[in-house]
């Protein structure tokens, strides 16, 4: 009787054990990270009776919880790139809605800035609109401090996001060292707590929100991790947590670096995933690129608004103009852009000296809203190499810049033809200018390389009209362009009565298609103004003329290597590509966030599968479980009934 009641008594233990288990999995159904529990029955070693083996009940094996690792391992990716996206997300859509709005952005700002310089052509000599014109330049300038001081304000969230985030990180790791140190004490990983394992893959899952780690799990349980892949940094390893640090704007303004402090030390570049890597991203690839055309497009409109200001006479006509625009002597960029003018006097809306009422030099300023002047990015690819033969020399029509980056220097054409007709020739007269660029010959093709790695060459060549340079190809007054060659053209046009010049950008010539368009343009007083120049057509030609019967015109087409298009639309369009850039990577980001979604809600639906709670599951085995205790207690008290009668045998 004596096996019976044990082996009832150890069963009613082991069905006790169950119903604590199921009831415990129950109390955790809503708990961040549990995984369901379930016991593990053994049978007891029987005992041998005669010629045979009579069992002697079961016993508790362990609790263990139910885990996929491949299942786990999923989730941490899916989480990991899902915070990628919302960093983007968050980050592109702040800086979409103030750049896009109309009380923030530079719209309403530039079309009033223009809006009153077209009024001042109306009426030169006014002073409510010359101090009208003045005032809406000083709220351009403004709204371009307001909006690099905005992305200023971002640039330093994100700097104090990314410390945040990296100290959780170092955080992170420390507690799984700690985790990992209790679970090597047990070598079995079946053996361990099944709460030390939950709280284990709790931590891994908000440091994959963190980062995009590769986790190696030994036998007990215990973690190594490096970052990205099997190869990359490592965060853990021998139980030794890495500790990050962040490095900002070194070695260049709006850089910033996650510093390793164990394993290989320095500059992590496989910080690709998780929170830590969607900030980086936003830096680089949205932020940075946005504050750096920003302040392009301050340096353009500083550029072109001062030229066009410079080049005409103030209200009395006397005085050339002064700069309108530029910096604080400390900021540049959008951040310093000042207004240099305070006497509306001064404005020079005449092209003429001693011209009284003339609007010309204004009329040029309220075009400059549509003039393409911002440096096309689909344009001609900078290159460093130029295909030229010594025939080429010898007959080169145009002219070669060189920039370092810090000093320039022009060739002209006669610089180029004097070096005995060979590319040799050219390439000694370049080595010997000055310039950080080093000039070899590979064949017919010279090779220019510069110490800084990004030479900036402007090569233009082709024909050159009616210049009066005595080498030149002899003076003409016709020009012989196609519509198509118009539509295309790289180069430039200047003219010149022998009073004044007027040059012709690439782009005012591109946008006018045909030679018929081209003519008119040309003819425009707005376009020309106190240029006695007259236009016309005949077929594919362009006859020019001159009232003063003196007329010198330079036409330079050819291919320009390496130097900025300026047909990438106006100040306008140039603003409005930023925001438009920043709005395609926000909804790109919105775009692969919903799908990524998808993939994060199918890997946790699948962990849920394999690791939750069911409560239907449950309800089922707690019923199971009560019924094999109840009847446990059965044969205690069937064994119980028999000990008794075998006592009441006289």
């Known amino acids: 009787m004596a096996d019976l009641l044990t082996i009832g008594a150890s069963a009613a233990q082991l069905y006790k054990s169950g119903l604590a288990t199921v009831s415990n999995n129950i109390a955790n159904l809503t708990t961040e990270g549990y995984n369901r529990q379930s016991i593990n029955v053994s049978e007891s070693a029987p005992n041998l009776h005669g010629q045979s083996y009579i069992g002697t009940g079961a016993n508790l094996a362990s609790v263990t919880r139910a885990y996929n690792g491949f299942a786990e391992n999923n989730l941490r990716q899916s989480k990991g790139e899902l915070s990628i996206q919302d960093q983007l997300i968050d980050y592109t859509s702040q800086i979409v809605d103030v750049m896009g709005s109309d009380s923030a952005g530079l719209n309403q700002a530039m079309d009033r800035f223009f809006d009153a310089a077209g009024g001042l052509s109306i009426d030169p000599a006014s002073i409510a609109m010359r101090s009208s014109f003045l005032n809406e330049a000083q709220g351009l300038a403004i709204r371009f401090n307001e909006l690099a001081d905005y992305l200023n304000d971002v640039e330093q969230d994100t700097q104090f996001a990314i410390e945040v985030k990296t100290t959780r990180l170092n955080n992170l790791a420390e507690q799984l060292v700690t985790i990992n140190s209790e679970l090597k004490e047990n070598l079995d990983v079946t053996k361990q707590p099944p709460g030390l394992l939950d709280q284990r893959d709790k931590t891994l899952l908000e440091m994959a929100e963190i980062a995009n780690i590769y986790v190696i799990e030994g036998n007990s349980g215990a973690v190594d991790i490096r970052l990205d892949n099997a190869f990359g940094t490592m965060v853990i390893d021998n139980n030794r947590a890495n500790q990050f640090s962040t490095q900002f704007n070194q070695p260049k303004v709006g850089s910033v670096e996650i510093i390793s402090s164990y394993g290989a030390l320095g500059n992590v570049t496989d910080m690709t995933g998780g929170a830590l890597g969607g900030l980086l991203s936003v830096r680089s690839q949205v932020l940075m690129p946005t504050i750096a055309k920003l302040d392009d497009l301050a340096n ?122 060979t590319t040799a020739g050219l390439a000694n007269l370049i080595n010997a200018r000055g310039v950080s660029f080093t000039a070899s010959i590979t064949g017919d093709d010279m090779v220019l390389t510069s110490a800084d790695g990004n030479p900036r060459v402007t090569v233009t060549t082709g024909t050159l009209i009616g210049v009066s340079d005595a080498s030149a190809i002899p003076p003409t007054n016709t020009l012989s362009l196609t519509d198509t060659q118009i539509s295309n053209f790289v180069g430039t046009m200047t003219l010149n009565d022998g009073a004044t010049t007027v040059t012709l950008s690439q782009a005012d010539i591109r946008d006018q298609g045909t030679t018929a368009k081209l003519s008119d343009f040309i003819n425009s007083s707005k376009v020309l103004p106190g240029l006695d120049v007259t236009a016309s057509t005949n077929g594919d030609k362009i006859i020019l003329t001159s009232g003063v019967g003196k007329l010198f015109v330079e036409v330079i087409i050819g291919t320009p290597i390496g130097a900025p298009v300026y047909g990438g639309g106006s100040l306008t369009d140039g603003y409005n590509s930023i925001v438009t850039a920043v709005g395609s990577q926000a909804t790109l980001a919105k775009i692969s966030k919903d799908a990524l979604q998808v993939v994060f809600e199918q890997a946790t639906a699948e962990k849920d599968r394999i690791s939750g709670v069911s409560l239907d599951e449950e309800a089922a085995d707690l019923i199971r479980y009560q019924q094999a205790f109840q009847a446990s207690a059965k044969i205690i008290e069937v064994s119980s009934k028999l000990f008794d009668t075998i006592l009441g045998v006289r």
């Open 300 to 421: 353009t409109l500083t550029t072109q608004v001062n030229a066009i200001q410079i080049a005409g006479y103030d209200a009395n006509g006397i005085f050339l103009g002064t700069d309108m625009f530029g910096n604080d002597g400390v900021t540049t960029g959008a951040a310093g852009l000042t207004l240099l003018l305070s006497d509306p006097m001064k404005i020079a809306a005449a092209r003429q000296p001693g011209s009284a009422g003339d609007n010309s030099n204004m009329v040029l300023m309220a075009r400059l809203q549509t003039t393409h002047v911002m440096e096309e990015t689909g344009g001609t690819p900078a290159k460093n190499t130029l295909s030229l033969t010594d025939d080429d020399v010898a007959n080169f029509a145009g002219t070669m810049t060189l920039n370092d980056g810090a000093t320039t220097v022009t060739l002209t054409q006669a610089d180029i033809r004097n070096q005995g007709s």
